[in-house]
């Protein structure tokens, strides 16, 4: 039986909190530092997203506008347009769906992490969209 007087060994407990309280650190430090990086990533491939579907959006027919018609949006000018911005800025390959007035640019990519990467997780997927809508689109 076990004596309740003699005291129990409990030599390593201490070394075990140790360890474990620094996986947990670690893993918080990841989420901060490569959230953080991921989050700012993902802004900017919003930005660039948002100004290329302005750029496309002011990509106007010329035709409309030389026979006194409505303004119009065409499509493979917007298209042209928004993909030379995103050529520019060096984004990555985009889907732009044009539809009426309204063009939309959506941009995915990947960040890199760095103190998740230890735990195996490389890279976080992000994407960025914007949409804008032509004079014609909103009634001007």
Same mark, same amino acid.
């Given at each position: 039986m076990n004596d309740p007087t003699t005291p129990r060994d409990?030599?390593?407990?201490t070394a075990l909190f140790i360890v474990l309280m620094t996986v947990a650190m670690l893993a918080a430090a990841g989420l901060v530092v490569d959230g953080g990086a991921a989050l700012g990533?993902?802004?900017t491939l919003t930005n660039q997203a948002e100004q290329a579907a302005r750029v496309g959006a002011d990509a106007l027919n010329q035709d409309s506008l030389r026979d006194g018609g409505r303004?119009?949006?065409?499509?493979a000018r917007a298209r042209a347009a928004a993909d030379a911005y995103l050529r520019s800025v060096g984004a990555p390959p985009a889907t732009i769906t044009i539809t009426g007035g309204r063009v /939309?640019? #959506?941009l995915k990519g990947q960040t890199n992490t760095n103190i998740l990467a230890l735990a195996g997780l490389t890279s976080i997927s992000? /994407?960025? #969209?914007?949409?804008?809508?032509?004079i014609d689109?909103?009634?001007?």
């Open positions: 409990e030599r390593g407990t990533d993902r802004r303004p119009s949006v065409d499509p /939309s640019v #959506t992000i /994407s960025g #969209t914007g949409t804008a809508e032509s689109a909103d009634g001007l």
